[in-house]
C-alpha cells in the first residue's frame, strides 16, 4: 500500500457542526437530536421527521449566513494541531449543497476560523475525483468514504452518530491511530 502523503478534510460533520445549524433553523434541541439519533441513520431529515424540501428550505432561505455560521466542534482545534502534525499537505474536501449560498458561505467560514486568505480547498460533490493511492480522505460520510476508496484513494470514516462507528470521546486520536496504521 502507497504510504499517505496527503490528506483531505471534510467539513461539515468533521470540523463544522452542520447538525447543530440544522437544528437550530428548525427549532430543534441539537443534544437531545443527537442523543435520540438512531445509530447510522444517514439521512437528517428522516430523523428530524421532515421531507428533504423542507429541511433545505429553511436553510437555504439563510443564504451564506447559515454556512457561515456553523459552530466549529469542539475538537476544532485539536484536529488543525493533528494535521499540522503528521508534516503532511493537508486541503479541505468539501461538498456544497445544492444552494450556490452554500459554497461562498463556506469559503467564508474558512476565512474565518482556518485562514482570512485560505485557498487550499476543494469545493466538490465528486471527491472521488481527487482519490488515488496514497489520498488519504477524512469524511464523515459513508457513501463519500466508499467512492472514495473504490476509486482508488484512501478514507478514514470520521466517527459521528450518523454512521456505523458512532460517536467517540476521542475523535482526534482515533484518527491519528487509524493514519499511523495506514502508515504502517
Ligand atoms: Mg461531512
Redesign the pocket.
Known amino acids: 500500500m502507497t504510504r499517505p502523503h496527503t490528506l483531505l478534510v471534510?467539513?461539515?460533520?468533521?470540523l463544522a457542526d452542520?447538525i447543530g445549524g440544522a437544528c437550530r433553523v428548525h427549532g430543534r434541541d441539537s443534544q437531545a437530536v443527537l442523543q435520540g439519533w438512531p445509530r447510522g441513520e444517514a439521512h437528517v431529515d428522516a430523523v428530524l421527521g421532515m421531507t428533504l424540501d423542507v429541511f433545505w428550505r429553511r436553510i437555504d432561505a439563510e443564504g451564506t449566513a447559515f454556512w457561515e455560521g456553523l459552530a466549529p466542534y469542539p475538537w476544532f482545534g485539536g484536529l488543525l494541531g493533528w494535521l499540522e502534525s503528521t508534516g503532511l499537505p493537508w486541503h479541505i474536501c468539501s461538498s456544497p449543497s445544492r444552494s450556490p449560498a452554500s459554497a461562498a458561505g463556506k469559503m467564508a467560514w474558512l476565512y474565518q476560523h482556518v485562514h482570512p486568505r485560505m485557498r487550499d480547498f476543494a469545493l466538490t460533490p465528486r471527491k472521488e475525483l481527487l482519490a488515488r493511492p496514497g489520498v488519504v480522505l477524512i469524511?464523515?460520510?459513508e457513501r463519500?468514504v466508499s467512492r472514495f476508496k473504490a476509486a482508488g484513494g484512501e478514507a478514514l470514516l470520521f466517527p459521528q452518530p450518523w454512521n456505523h462507528l458512532g460517536a467517540v470521546a476521542d475523535p482526534v486520536g482515533r484518527l491519528r491511530q487509524r493514519l499511523e496504521k495506514l502508515a504502517g
Open positions: 471534510d467539513m461539515d460533520g468533521v452542520f469524511d464523515d460520510n463519500f
